[in-house]
């Protein structure tokens, strides 16, 4: 069966250009078609071709990778995208997915990317993702707290904080997405039976209230304690830093955030701390010291 999806990219100073991507089961395995008022000529096929047929097709929420996923290991192929055409296909997920998924989907952040699959291990593999291609996966979830022999359907919710899933048996779950700043640290399931079609009202329940809250609460503590400041600057600070950067494998804990301004935190980047800091004219050793202090107790 023949899986499409739409992608709409848009380029400064351009027309909107609208693509469709179709998964099936002929060579290549994927195609991609321009439109505009009806199809335009076929987009050239990848240079790296897919491995089995194709199963399903998803767009980056940023118009830059398109993912497509196959009956052949490695499962997926994930490939640079621009209204050019495909581009360099990016390294595959490591570890890699056990079996072939039936449906891909990035989060609405484009953080996550994650696999719907029929699978003992699991009904949904999910891995961090960058412009650098894959990161971590994440713990497998569904298979034991759920009946679904077959996925149908993976999607995100609006706001990025449950996954649902649906399929044969008619059963539905949706997985939390518990999250303390921007950065997706866990993963844990609820399941919720179908009724007449819908999952049920539970998602919304004060459950998901008290996690709101304790991610507010995790935030304004890194906050007070700097007194609203930034750790660098000391000017008001409006955002929180990793230090060490998530894409280098900094973690989402006290001891890897400070309160920041948005000035400091672009001008970082994705620089090591001292090498950046020492190199600013608003330098401070005393505030250096309480910055390696704060680091070290709170690991």
């Known amino acids: 069966m023949s899986i499409m ?27 991609v078609y321009p439109f505009d008022n009806g199809f335009g000529t076929k ?49 595959d997920p ?7 998924p039936d449906q891909v989907s990035w989060n609405p952040d484009g953080n996550v990317i994650a696999f719907g699959q029929d699978s003992s ?29 077959t996925v149908s359907a993976v999607r995100w919710s609006n706001d990025g904080n449950y996954i649902l899933v649906g399929g044969n048996p008619k059963q539905a779950f949706a997985a939390r997405l518990e999250e303390l700043t921007e950065e997706i640290v866990n ?9 007449g079609g819908c999952i049920g009202h539970a998602i919304e329940g004060t459950d998901l209230v008290a996690k709101r809250a304790s991610k507010h609460n995790f935030r304004q503590a890194i906050v007070d304690h700097w007194e609203s400041s930034c750790a660098y600057c000391g000017e008001h600070a409006d955002t929180l830093d990793h230090v060490v ?12 955030l400070v309160s920041c301004c948005r000035r400091c935190n672009g001008s970082k980047g994705a ?20 910055i390696l202090e704060w680091l070290s107790s709170n690991q």
Request: glycine letters at 8%.
């Open 94 to 100: 490591s570890p890699a997915l056990g079996d072939a």
């Open 5 to 31: 999806q739409m992608l709409l990219a848009t380029s400064a100073g351009e027309a909107n250009e609208v693509h469709f991507a179709v998964a099936h089961n002929s060579s290549p395995y994927v195609s």
């Open 43 to 91: 987009i050239s096929d990848p240079s790296t071709a897919l491995p089995g047929n194709g199963k399903s097709v998803a767009f980056s929420p940023d118009k830059k990778f398109i993912a497509i996923t196959c009956t052949a290991s490695p499962y997926v192929h994930v490939y640079h995208w621009s209204n050019a055409g495909f581009g360099a296909k990016v390294s």
């Open 245 to 256: 950067p998530r894409h280098k494998g900094g973690l989402t804990i006290k001891g890897n």
């Open 271 to 290: 620089e090591d701390i001292w090498h950046w800091y020492t190199q600013q004219p608003f330098f401070s050793e005393f505030r250096s010291e309480v």
């Open 187 to 195: 993963l844990e399931i609820e399941v919720y039976p179908l009724n």
């Open 121 to 149: 291990n699991g009904h949904v593999a999910a891995y961090a993702w960058s412009s650098s291609g894959f990161g971590s996966k994440y713990t497998a979830i569904g298979s034991s707290t759920s009946t679904i022999s």
